[in-house]
């Protein structure tokens, strides 16, 4: 049975509109202990035991063991023997394709852990939710988290309109939203940091209410209390992972 069930406590209302996962987690992690100790599976009982808060809570405390550098070396082979019949992650991530960012290590995930779907700007596309409605209704993921970064090139790419191709512009595109919701004083392009940051968050944020907003599955999960979904940012330079309130 997988150790990370052992840990009870829920998530806790944030302070303000974040909540830093390093910071927070490690304080988390020195008193009620970390909920994932060693590299035993996560399997359907685990599952069954773990509640939406404890989901993001594995999250949260894996983005500790990063940040501290006392991640996981677990053998990954055995765990893809472990696990190859039948998959029960207990999470599912929408990040973004940048090479700096990936999930499985900064939030110190394993084999069989995480469902995990990427796009460049973390944007949650028909294929995106489709794919999270399996993970959540089918195979039962107690948590969603939407996780964008700092320095993100598609945020930039839709902020100055850069058109490449077809494809790529039509991408960008679904980021527009998030550029035009975000007033912010000074240059109105990629090389304004703040800018770049602030339309970040506001992305996430909107790929957030998109999962409800376009899958009855998902928001009826939500509604039921069986699912829980949230944003985060993931720091470039420090490694640390934000969840936004």
Known sequence: MCTKCETTQDIQPVFGRR?????????????????????????????????????????VEGNARFVAGQSLHCDQLALGDATAEKQTPFACVLACMDSRSSPELVLDQQIGDIFVARVAGNVATTEVIGSFEYGAKVAGAKAILVLGHSHCGAVKGAIDKAVVGDALTTLLNEIEPAVAATPLQGERSSHNHELVEAVAETNVRMNVAALTEKSSVLKDLVDAGQLKIVGGLYDLDTGVVTLLA
Do not use: N
């Not at 020195?30 to 060693?38: E, I």
């Open 19 to 59: 909540q830093f996962f390093g910071l927070t987690a490690a304080m988390v992690a020195m008193s009620a202990g970390v909920a994932r100790a060693d590299c035993s599976h996560f399997d359907a009982e685990s599952l069954k035991a773990t509640s939406p808060d404890q989901a993001i809570q594995f999250l």
